[in-house]
């Protein structure tokens, strides 16, 4: 393998491992509500790139399931949708926040 197909291997695998995180992040991020683009740049600020395309459709799909709850609200000139965490969202976040720390202290000791 030439290191331009290393690269773009680990990059598939490192979009797959984050891609199983970042409903975890999205939900612990909404337990105080924002916009789409407020949730947006606070995930990038924290260094968890993510764009638009990614983050758009996950907030709708995680509302049409039930998890996150949304409301338009007029600020200024133009309305902007604010996303917050449902009850059964807080429920899902906890659970998926449990696994997540026992999986990563499962890890931890295979790769040691």
Do not use: C, H
């Given at each position: 393998?030439?290191?331009?197909?290393?690269?773009?291997?680990?990059?598939?695998l490192g979009?797959e491992?984050?891609?199983?995180?970042?409903v975890?992040?999205?939900l612990?991020?909404?337990?105080?509500?924002?916009?789409?683009?407020e949730?947006?740049?606070?995930?990038?600020?924290?260094?968890?790139?993510?764009?638009?395309?990614?983050?758009?459709?996950?907030l709708?799909?995680l509302?049409?399931?039930?998890?996150?709850?949304?409301?338009?609200?007029?600020?200024?000139?133009r309305?902007?949708?604010y996303?917050s965490?449902?009850e059964d969202?807080?429920?899902?976040?906890l659970q998926?926040k449990?696994?997540?720390?026992?999986?990563?202290?499962?890890?931890e000791?295979?790769?040691?």
């Amino acid at each position: 393998m030439n290191i331009e197909e290393s690269k773009e291997l680990f990059n598939k695998l490192g979009q797959e491992l984050r891609r199983g995180v970042l409903v975890i992040a999205v939900l612990s991020l909404l337990e105080k509500q924002k916009y789409g683009y407020e949730l947006l740049k606070e995930m990038n600020d924290a260094n968890f790139s993510i764009t638009q395309d990614t983050l758009y459709p996950l907030l709708r799909r995680l509302e049409e399931q039930g998890l996150l709850q949304s409301e338009w609200i007029l600020e200024g000139s133009r309305p902007r949708k604010y996303y917050s965490t449902s009850e059964d969202g807080e429920q899902m976040y906890l659970q998926l926040k449990k696994y997540w720390l026992e999986q990563n202290s499962t890890m931890e000791g295979i790769i040691r």
